[in-house]
């Protein structure tokens, strides 16, 4: 039988997984496994479902208990279910956006970078991008036009952040992915090596004089290409751009200088696609 746990108070130490933890400590960088991350929304805690991802706990509005929720409930077995009314509820930040289901999950084990490329032909490289929500809105592209995997740096925001899973509509659970690198320093000659030797070509997406247009006819023919996306502001690295094979350019008009980092993906994913 389910375990339903009845909440009056969001002050209840029971559900701070929910309420007080910060991002870095749902993580657990020390002992990743034993991290949690935040799923929100019935879809989103659906697509984490199907893909393995473990409930710990699920906090829900009580009118959900006999809707949404209720295919959790059936298949909770002992993960406890802590519901409130509206008026409770209401106070937890981001009340209004989460859609009246949160699962606290697991956080899975990454795979290896062999493991995530092995028949990959188009990968996006996030270097040092921090805001979750560009995060996820490349993960939502990536999985829309059929991006074989992401890897994100040392450096780079994480994915299973509550926004970033939000933002990307849960395609953070769909979309391959793992980190290249778990420090600062093997990124990029590291890095670039390792996807070199695995048989990618390297497209750094950077405003440069010696850079090619997106459209050039060289980059649809490379059996295998990973493009590479920078921090916001400032773009990927000197090095990283020096490094990579090639320089690419999104072509601009009425004297603007550059898309923000999560558009400009969406455009390279479209163009760059096998085809």
């Known amino acids: 039988m389910p375990d339903i746990i009845e909440i009056t108070d969001l002050n209840d130490d029971r559900i701070g997984l929910f309420t007080r933890l910060t991002e870095a400590q749902l993580r657990n960088r020390l002992e990743p496994e034993k991290g949690i991350f935040i799923a929100e929304s019935a879809k989103v805690v659906r697509l984490a479902l199907e893909m393995g991802c473990e409930p710990v706990a699920y906090l829900m509005e009580r009118r959900q208990l006999t809707n949404q929720g209720r ?19 209401e106070g937890l930040t981001g009340y209004r956006l989460y859609r009246g289901v949160l699962a606290a999950m697991r956080r899975p084990k990454l795979p290896s970078v062999d493991e995530v490329l092995k028949d990959a032909h188009r990968v996006a490289v996030l270097e040092g991008i921090v805001d979750s929500t560009n995060i996820g809105a490349i993960f939502r592209s990536a999985a829309a036009l059929n991006v074989d995997a992401v890897l994100v740096t040392a450096n780079c925001g994480d994915p299973l952040y509550r926004r970033a899973v939000r933002v990307s509509m849960g395609t953070v659970f769909q979309v391959p992915w793992t980190r290249i690198g778990e420090t600062n320093e093997d990124w990029p000659e590291r890095g670039l090596e390792r996807l070199r030797s695995l048989g990618f070509k390297s497209a750094a997406m950077a405003l440069s004089d010696d850079s090619v247009s997106i459209d050039d006819e060289r980059l649809n023919k490379e059996e295998k290409l990973c493009i590479v996306f920078g921090t916001e502001g400032d773009g990927l690295a000197k090095e990283t751009i020096a490094r990579c094979d090639y320089t690419v350019r999104i072509p601009m008009a009425h004297g603007v200088d550059s898309l923000n980092v999560a558009s400009a993906a969406a455009v390279a994913f479209w163009q760059l696609r096998m085809r």
């Open 71 to 89: 295919e959790f409930i059936e298949n909770a077995g002992s993960v406890p279910i802590f519901t409130a009314d509206d008026e409770v509820l």
